[in-house]
């Protein structure tokens, strides 16, 4: 079965540096999302990705972040000074509105923030 | 004021019981996810829905869209079912709400 692939699965950063999350959607899927959980609390929406641009984001998705997919398979979300509480699990999805289960959930980055 | 509502929040059964898990919300939906977190922290899709009931393996979802609610069925229910179920409605403007998840563990 198709899988959604994220890298790398743990990353420690020191506070203030820029960390770039990796992930490769599955490749016929239209839609591609990045979620936070923060350790012990619920799912967060960042951002969604339709047709090589934003569609939707969040009030968390402020000018620290950013989206992109370079070359039609990565789609990569780049956090930019990072704080502590960014430590978080980010999980990417992608989703074909066609079939009946929806989003394909890659495994998580753990990012912590030192 | 939370957008969406799971109850319950914890939930103990014991193997082969019947589970319900219930998402009521406040936001609208363009199709509503419920979605299955292991231990480890990953998660899968198990449904997407708009309407009606939709049934895969011994999991049931049914949603009523007037009162704004679903629900989820385990039937025969089974340790491995063990998981966080969250709910989550779909798109209300530039959002998307998730639930704080069911906490379900099955007994041998």
């Known amino acids: 079965e198709p899988e959604v692939t994220q890298t790398p699965s743990h990353q420690v950063t020191q506070m203030g540096q820029e960390v770039i999350l990796r992930c490769v959607p599955i490749?016929?899927?239209?839609?591609f999302y990045w979620y936070r959980q923060i350790l012990g609390q619920k799912v967060e929406f960042l951002v969604s990705f339709y047709n090589n641009e934003i569609s939707e984001k969040s009030e968390i998705f402020d000018d620290q972040f950013s989206v992109e997919r370079p070359d039609g398979s990565n789609f990569t979300l780049k956090i930019r000074s990072t704080k502590l509480e960014d430590s978080a699990m980010y999980f990417c999805a992608s989703r074909d509105p066609g079939t009946a289960r929806g989003y394909t959930f890659g495994s998580g980055t753990r990012l912590t923030v030192v | 004021k939370n957008e969406v509502e799971q109850s319950p929040q914890n939930l103990t059964a014991q193997e082969g019981e019947f589970i319900t898990i219930n998402c009521s919300y406040s936001v609208g939906i363009s199709a509503l996810h419920w979605l299955q977190q292991h231990p480890g922290g990953g998660i899968v899709s198990l449904f997407m829905l708009s309407s009606g009931k939709k049934k895969h393996g011994r999991l049931i979802a049914t949603i009523n869209i007037q009162e704004k609610h679903s629900s989820l069925h385990i039937t025969a229910s089974h340790p491995r079912d063990s998981a966080v179920y969250i709910c989550?409605?779909?798109?209300?403007?530039?959002?998307?709400?998730f639930g704080t998840g069911t906490s379900l563990t099955v007994i041998p």
């Open positions: 490749s016929n899927h239209l839609y």
């Open positions: 989550e409605p779909g798109r209300t403007g530039n959002q998307f709400y």
